[in-house]
Nanobody, 122 residues
Framework: QVQLVESGGGLVQPGGSLRLSCAASGSIFSINTMGWFRQAPGKERELVATVTSGGSSNYADSTMKGRFTISRDNAKNTVYLQMNSLKPEDTAVYYC???????????????WGQGTQVTVSS
């Protein structure tokens, strides 16, 4: 069964760092764009960053681009999010997603992980 599993979240001090990972598993024909979103309490889910199958990365805004780095390991079907200089406002549940095709010629769709909690607090 296809699933995305995040890991690496936790509690960190302001200014600290975390690296999130998300591994896709199951019967997957191909993985296209992968990305990270986050959702803070009382807010809508927002895009953090995406990375294409070729490794081209994009960030939601300049603030994230300066502190966050998205990457992927296609051999491991894994996307990473390196987060540095974390701020309290980065506190959120972080979700990975991926556009997956399960069969050759089949239509792809976006899959979501369950999310991992990131808490930045002193």
């Amino acid at each position: 069964q296809v699933q995305l599993v995040e890991s690496g979240g936790g509690l960190v001090q302001p200014g600290g760092s975390l690296r999130l990972s998300c591994a896709a598993s199951g019967s997957i024909f191909s993985i296209n764009t992968m990305g990270w979103f986050r959702q803070a309490p009382g807010k809508e889910r927002e895009l953090v960053a995406t990375v294409t199958s070729g490794g081209s990365s994009n960030y939601a805004d300049s603030t994230m681009k300066g502190r966050f780095t998205i990457s992927r390991d296609n051999a491991k079907n894994t996307v990473y999010l390196q987060m540095n200089s974390l701020k309290p406002e980065d506190t959120a549940v972080y979700y990975c997603n991926a556009y997956l095709s399960l069969t050759y010629g089949g239509s792809g769709s976006w899959y979501w992980g369950q999310g991992t909690q990131v808490t930045v607090s002193s």
